[in-house]
């Protein structure tokens, strides 16, 4: 995706009024750059390889971002390095795939919490409930958390291929309007001329 509308100045979908198209609302980049982010201590340590990293780059690119990775770092600190890196760096989004479980050595959570500036629970909410809903009880045992720092949504999805297919079907319909809300662009209003 370019970010550039039709050459014939129509709307590029029936999503487009709702994410950021001319007039209903936008303010956020043209282009949305994404960073993936898979989280597990034995795909960094090359013990297995990383499945559920390339399925969410490839979904975040067909959500219309450039993406980047994935990047596979260790849980701990190494996510919030790398979360904060990404900030720098100029992404607008970061999706994170793994570390959300119950297990001690599952951190990815509070690692995000200790870069974001206002949590998103709505997202963390709905995606957990899209699993439950999907037939995986276990979804609901993900603490993957959602916000914005300094502009920058980041989402962490569970450390499963499936989990990772669902948690993007709740974000990908939001994903521009979130971007665009976080870069200060207005609520698209129902019916509101252009």
């Known amino acids: 995706m370019t970010g550039e509308p039709p050459a014939d100045g129509s709307a590029a979908g029936p999503e487009a009024a709702a994410h950021g198209a001319p007039g209903h ?3 956020g980049p043209a282009e949305i750059r994404a960073l993936a982010v898979t989280v597990s201590n034995r795909a960094a340590a090359g013990v297995y390889e990383d499945r559920s990293g390339p399925v969410l780059a490839r979904l975040l690119a067909e959500a219309g971002c450039t993406v980047d990775g994935p990047l596979v770092v260790p849980d701990g600190p190494p996510v919030e390095a790398a979360l904060r890196e990404a900030i720098i760096a100029g992404y607008h989004v970061v999706v994170t795939t793994g570390g959300t479980g119950l297990t001690p050595q599952d951190l990815t959570p509070e690692m995000t919490r200790r870069v974001l500036d206002r949590e998103i629970p709505g997202i963390a909410e709905a995606i957990r409930a899209a699993g439950v809903a999907g037939g995986v009880p276990a ?36 994903l521009r309007h979130a971007v665009d809300q976080a870069h200060g662009g207005d609520h698209p209003r129902p019916g509101a001329a252009g």
């Open 139 to 174: 979804a609901m045992l993900s603490r993957g958390v959602a916000g914005l720092a300094s502009g920058v949504l980041i989402v962490n999805l569970a450390g499963s291929t499936g989990g990772v297919r669902d948690g993007m079907a709740v974000l990908a319909p939001v």
């Open 25 to 27: 609302g936008g303010g």
